[in-house]
Structure formats: structure tokens, C-alpha cells
């Protein structure tokens, strides 16, 4: 059976798929009983090149899924270290990881899930300049990015290879996930042709995240790989999968390929990768939007309010982030501060802060346009004033 | 006749924090100035400078894209659900490098 199985795959397959060792058989023996995988699946896997892009919170069930599945090639593409707020939902790193690159505490723990697999490493920031040659060497591309440049670097170096791209992506509580590139099958520019001006969208570091949904999303993407590798069942090609954790539905929403599409239509205008952040209209992952507006460091407020000064400390965070820690200053949040404008002295001296400087860039630039004079922003936020006054204050 | 309109999460912040509003409203298009003239907020995130419908802003009836249906002028009937879909990047979330 097992050589049969073998021997029909090698019509498929370029390379001559190896066969399983009794301990692989032991492993893998709940797949295949499976007549929807059995052992012409499992070698399929064992055959498969993976590449994920992204080890973070979509990479973590992927890479843990996909090591224990026994996908013969598993490629990485990371150039982060594990911070503690990555703990809450990238699964595959433990507290002792913190610090450490990504990518070889990765390594380190899928591989130890599966000694059987091969993991390729690429320690590298995903650029036009590199994407091709590193995406050229795998079957399946699985986009676990969390930034516009990156997606639209991912699909358009997927179409000109003609590799699929399980996509999948997240929100708060709310995911994305297809399959993009499949032959005659949309790809992420037929959804989205362009992408959202900076500043326009939040991003999750504003917006936060689920930790489970990154876990939902990523099982789902590792479950299309898998559908992909052994040729079974539907994929998610030409339907996107829109899912809501707290009302915990899943919609399926029609997704076309646009005949107009620059990458994949008809009269194709993408023909090489391009500069991916100007696209995007960023230099740089999630360029926050700044207001000029007069700003104040940590220590020289630390100073004034020594001295004694007179200084009001506005602080324009959501009341939840108050929960967490304050400094002692009055909670209007930015979004009601014009119709809570009357609560503020305008003759005293204003220091308006939030958690990184942005949000409270804004109010000082409203209360000036307002008519106030004498306010400042804390630059840094309460994460700088914590870094650089005062550690007892908890960073978040 | 009013038609129930989906607002994703990253939009309900300009919505009066709802994730589901109705409108009376005969076309697409009308239910969408509808809901921005209710919650002005949303307009700059669903149109352009220009009033066009932003390329990243994506529009359905029931399973359906109005860009492969009548557009703006897709026609609304009571039964049908409207949903909102832009486009999220999340994926390694909430990384503040």
C-alpha cells in the first residue's frame, strides 16, 4: 500500500517522495487511518516546502500545526525578539523566550515538537529585494504579517511565482482568511486594489487583540495548508471567511477575481516587485500621523512638579487605560474632550498625555486651536514618563 | 423599508460604538449616505476627499461584492444584509516595535 501510494505520488512530485520510518508511521498514525489523508497524504506532507511568514501570534498554531503534521520543509521568516506582550497569544514561545530572537526560539520549540521536519530559518526583515528568491523555494507561502506593506509584498511576489497564499488576518475580535493565488483564483489586490492611508485604519497595537483569535485564525490557515498539500476537500479559494469571535459566526462572503486586477488581471501592470512602503504611503511599519505641537520631556515635567509649579495633567486615555495606571492626572478621553472642553482652565498650565504621545499630540494641538496657551504634550507618554521618572508606574 | 447594515469592528469607534444599524433605504448607496450623515465620523473612513467609495472600504449584499452587482445603485430589499469589510493587517498584533 505504502509503496504503491509512493509510487503514484512520483507522478506528481519532482523529487521522489521518501518513505515513512516506523517511528514516523507510530507519529502519524492518526492520519493515516484517515482514508481522506492515509499514507499517500502523509508522504504529500512529508514532500510539502511550508514557508510562514511571520512566527508571531497567526505563526504560532501555524508552526506548531504544521511541525506536528509533518511538513517535510518548514521555513520561518522573522527578524523580531520575543517581547512579554507577545505572550498573551504567540503560544509558541515560553516566559524564558523573552528577549530572545523569534525565529530560534521557534526553531528551537518546533523543532523539538517534530525532529523528523527540516526548518529553514530566514532571519530577515521581507523586502522586494529578497522576497523572491526566499518565497521560489517553497510550495505554499503563509502570510502571518501584521502590516499592510508586508501583505501587499506577499501577494504580488506569490503571483508572479504562481505560489498559493493561505491568507489570514485579525482585529480585536474579528479575523479574515482565503486562500489567495490559487490558479484562476483571486488574489489580495481583486479584494483590495489599494491600501488604507496610514493613520486612517488603527492598528492592533492601538486597537489590541484576542489572544485566542489569532489561534482561531492561524488553525484555519494551517488547516487550507493542509487541504492544500494532500488535494482534499474545499479550500476557502474565492470565499472569504469573515469570523466574529464575540458573536462567534462565521460569514462567507463571494470574492472574485477582478479582471482588472493590476496583479493578476488581464492586463497585468505589476510585473516586478515594488517599493511596498511608498506604496502604502509609509516609511516604516505603522508611521503614526503626528501633529506638531510643543512638547515637554518626563524630567522637566518631573522638575516643574517638584518645584512645586503649578501644572494640571490632562490625561486623554480610555478609562480602561486609566484602570491600568495614571499619574495623577484628570481623565478626559480625546473622543469627548471637545464636549468636556469647559472642565479645563485655560489660564493654567496644561501637560496632556497618553500612553505614547500620539493621542495626546492631537488634544494639545485641539486645545491651542481652542484657544489655550500655555499646554503641552508629554512626549513619550506614560510609557516614557514610567522608562525615565518613575518605574513603579506598569507599562502596558 | 429599513435594510440592516453590518458595521465591522476598526469602524464601530464612529458608529456610536454599534455593530449593527438600520436604514430605510432603497439602494446601497443611499443607505450608506444614510449612515454617514447619522454618524459623520465614518464618512472619511468609507469615502474619499472626492465622494468616492474608498478602494480598501469593501461593500456587500448578503455574500456578494457591489462592485460585481449594480455598484451603489445595487437595489435593497428588507431581507438583505449589508456588510462593511475593510481591509485589517493583523496578524502578529500588537508588536509596538
Redesign the interface.
Known amino acids: 500500500m505504502s509503496k504503491q501510494a509512493a509510487v503514484k505520488n512520483q507522478e506528481t512530485q519532482v523529487a521522489a517522495p521518501p518513505a515513512l520510518s516506523p517511528q514516523e508511521i507510530l507519529r502519524y498514525s492518526r492520519h493515516l487511518i484517515m482514508p481522506e489523508v492515509a499514507m499517500e497524504g502523509q508522504l504529500k506532507l512529508k514532500a510539502a516546502k511550508v514557508l510562514l511568514i511571520g512566527t508571531g501570534g497567526l505563526g504560532a498554531p501555524l508552526g506548531l500545526y504544521l511541525a506536528a503534521a509533518g511538513v517535510g520543509r518548514l521555513g520561518l521568516v522573522d527578524f523580531d525578539a520575543v517581547d512579554f506582550t507577545n505572550l498573551q497569544r504567540q503560544v509558541t514561545f515560553s516566559t524564558a523566550d523573552v528577549g530572545r530572537s523569534k525565529i530560534e526560539a521557534a526553531r528551537e520549540r518546533l523543532q523539538a515538537l517534530n525532529p523528523d521536519i527540516e526548518i529553514v530559518t530566514h532571519e530577515t526583515k521581507l523586502t522586494s529585494d529578497n522576497a523572491l528568491a526566499i518565497l521560489r523555494n517553497y510550495d505554499i507561502i503563509v502570510d502571518g504579517t501584521d502590516n499592510f506593506p508586508t501583505r501587499y509584498l506577499v501577494n504580488d511576489a506569490c503571483v508572479l511565482l504562481g505560489k498559493p497564499n493561505v491568507y489570514g488576518s485579525i482585529f480585536r475580535f474579528e479575523g479574515q482568511a482565503t486562500v489567495f493565488a490559487l490558479k484562476d483564483g483571486p488574489c489580495y489586490r481583486c479584494l483590495y486594489p489599494e491600501p488604507p492611508p496610514p493613520g486612517l485604519v488603527p492598528s492592533c497595537a492601538e486597537g489590541g487583540v484576542l489572544g485566542v483569535l489569532p489561534g482561531i485564525i492561524g488553525s484555519l490557515q494551517a488547516m487550507e495548508t493542509i487541504k492544500l498539500i494532500i488535494g482534499k476537500g474545499e479550500v476557502l479559494k474565492g470565499r472569504l471567511l469573515v469570523f466574529d469571535a464575540l458573536k462567534m459566526r462565521f460569514r462567507e462572503l463571494k470574492l472574485r477575481k477582478n479582471p482588472d486586477c493590476p496583479a493578476c488581471g488581464t492586463h497585468r501592470t505589476v510585473t516586478k516587485l515594488i517599493d511596498y512602503y511608498e506604496f502604502c504611503g509609509v516609511r516604516g511599519e505603522e508611521a503614526p500621523v503626528t501633529v506638531p505641537v510643543p512638547e515637554i520631556e518626563p524630567r522637566e515635567l518631573k522638575a516643574w512638579l517638584d518645584r512645586g509649579d503649578d501644572v494640571f495633567i490632562l490625561d486623554v486615555r480610555e478609562p480602561h487605560e486609566y484602570q491600568i495606571c495614571q499619574i495623577g492626572g484628570h481623565l478626559i478621553p480625546l473622543g469627548e474632550l471637545p464636549r468636556r472642553v469647559h472642565e479645563l482652565d485655560s489660564a493654567r498650565t496644561i501637560v496632556a498625555h497618553c500612553r505614547l504621545g500620539q493621542r495626546s499630540a492631537q488634544a494639545v494641538d485641539f486645545l491651542r486651536k481652542a484657544g489655550f496657551r500655555k499646554v503641552w504634550n508629554l512626549k513619550g507618554g506614560i510609557l516614557a514618563w514610567s522608562d525615565q521618572v518613575d518605574p513603579t508606574v506598569p507599562k502596558y | 423599508m429599513p435594510v440592516r447594515v453590518l458595521i ?3 469602524l464601530r ?1 464612529y458608529a456610536g460604538k454599534q455593530e449593527a444599524l438600520e436604514f430605510e433605504a432603497g439602494t446601497v448607496g443611499e443607505l450608506l449616505e444614510r449612515l454617514v450623515t447619522e454618524h459623520a465620523d465614518l464618512r ?2 468609507l469615502y474619499t476627499e472626492e465622494g468616492k467609495l ?3 472600504v ?1 461593500v ?1 449584499v448578503n ?3 457591489i ?2 452587482l449594480e455598484k451603489e445603485q445595487t437595489p435593497l430589499k428588507a431581507s438583505d444584509v449589508v ?1 462593511i ?13
Open positions: 465591522p469592528t476598526p469607534q472619511r473612513h474608498r478602494s480598501f469593501n456587500y455574500d456578494e461584492d462592485r460585481y456588510s469589510v475593510p481591509s485589517i493587517a493583523g496578524g502578529k498584533a500588537g508588536n509596538r516595535k
